[in-house]
Structures are given as C-alpha cells and as structure tokens.
T-cell receptor, first 114, second 109 residues
Framework: KAGVTQTPRYLIKTRGQQVTLSCSPI?????VSWYQQTPGQGLQFLFE???????NKGNFPGRFSGRQFSNSRSEMNVSTLELGDSALYLC?????????????FGPGTRLLVL | LAKTTQPISMDSYEGQEVNITCSHN???????ITWYQQFPSQGPRFIIQ???TKVTNEVASLFIPADRKSSTLSLPRVSLSDTAVYYC??????????FGTGTRLLVSP
C-alpha cells in the first residue's frame, strides 16, 4: 500500500497570508489527524477527522482549520499567518481497530513564514 | 488527558540494549501506548504498540507494569542508525492522543 502523502513538502509564505496543506491517507483509512511540530513545543495535536467529521480538536486558535473529504483526503488551512506558525506540519493516517488507534505519519510539510 | 514524561536524552553504544521509559498518568486498563521513532525533518515512524504487560515485534519490545504508570521501550543491540528521537504516545480512549516530550537517543561506535 502507498503511504501517507502530504503536499506541498515545502512552503514559504509571508505574514498575513493564508496557506492550505493537503494530506492523502493510506487507502482504506477513514481517519486522519494533524500535528504541528516545532523545536520549542514538540508535537502538538491540531485536530482529528473521521468520515468528514472533526472528532477532536487541540488547543489552537481559530486561524487553524481543517476539513476532510468523502475520499478521506484532508486539508488544513492556516489564515493570517504569523511568524510563530513556522513549523513542520504532520498528517497521520489512522488505522482504527476497536479501542485501538494506530497513526502512520506522512513526511510532513515544512512551512516557513517570513 | 494523559500527560507523558520521558528523559530528554540518552547515550548508548553499538550493540547495547537500550531501554527508554515513559511515565504517564490516567491510563486505563485498555488504553494503548505507542512508540515512534523520528529522524530529522521526517514524520514519526511507528515502532510498537500495546496495552498489555509485554509486546514484542521484530525491532523492539514494550513493557507495561501492572500499575500502568509507565512503559518501557526496549531496543536490543542498537546500531548507529538507531540514533533518533523516540516518542511515546498515550491513547486515552477516544480522546486526544498526547505525545511525550521525546527522548533523543545517540548511539556511538
């Protein structure tokens, strides 16, 4: 099976702009989660989607939003970019098995805000 | 919400066994612990997952004591390529999944 695909891999934006990141999960997985990773804060949970519905949300401002499509592909959007939004954004494709969830991560999108 | 704590860094030599411990609270009997390995500028890679006392696969073992206040990732006979950051992840039912702070493992010749 193909792994998790994230596009673009690298992105440079300026403050005030908005950005949309895309994630294609592993075929058959219906759930995805998004994380922000920075050197100072580590891996921080953004949100999780299952069958087009947001199931969980982390403690991020409303500038961070996401959605999931019927084919399980997901996008996250960050509006009014700030310098502190520079980070590696990771998408994970989630294999659900009863109470067990196993996340398989993509390579990430490196966002630099100038 | 489960919070996890790991040592910031560990050093080892090639061929040694490495044990990385993750401390966590509020873990129910059937909550899962998952360990990931991450190299610079890459996404975390799944290593092992379990909720019982001991789980073993081809690359690692996971030990969870009866009080479930910690878990230990055991890497047998590490090599230079095992130098990476290791994260434990506590899954608290269907709630948010909380990553630990990560342990930077350095394997030397």
């Amino acid at each position: 099976k193909a792994g998790v695909t994230q596009t673009p891999r690298y992105l440079i934006k300026t403050r005030g702009q908005q950005v949309t990141l895309s994630c294609s999960p592993i075929s058959g997985h219906r759930s995805v989660s998004w994380y922000q990773q920075t050197p100072g804060q580590g891996l921080q949970f953004l949100f999780e989607y299952f069958s087009e519905t947001q199931r969980n949300k982390g403690n991020f401002p409303g500038r961070f939003s996401g959605r999931q499509f019927s084919n399980s592909r997901s996008e996250m959007n960050v509006s009014t970019l700030e310098l502190g939004d520079s980070a590696l954004y990771l998408c994970a494709s989630i294999l659900l098995g009863g109470r067990k969830e196993t996340q398989y991560f993509g390579p990430g999108t490196r966002l630099l805000v100038l | 919400l489960a919070k996890t704590t790991q040592p910031i860094s560990m050093d080892s030599y090639e061929g040694q066994e490495v044990n990385i411990t993750c401390s966590h609270n509020n873990i129910a009997t059937n909550d899962y612990i998952t360990w990931y390995q991450q190299f610079p500028s890459q996404g975390p890679r799944f290593i092992i997952q379990g909720y019982k006392t001991k789980v073993t696969n081809e690359v690692a073992s996971l030990f969870i004591p009866a009080d479930r206040k910690s878990s230990t990732l055991s890497l047998p006979r590490v090599s230079l390529s095992d130098t990476a950051v290791y994260y434990c992840l506590a899954q608290t039912g269907f709630q948010k999944l909380v990553f630990g702070t990560g342990t930077r493992l350095l394997v030397s010749p």
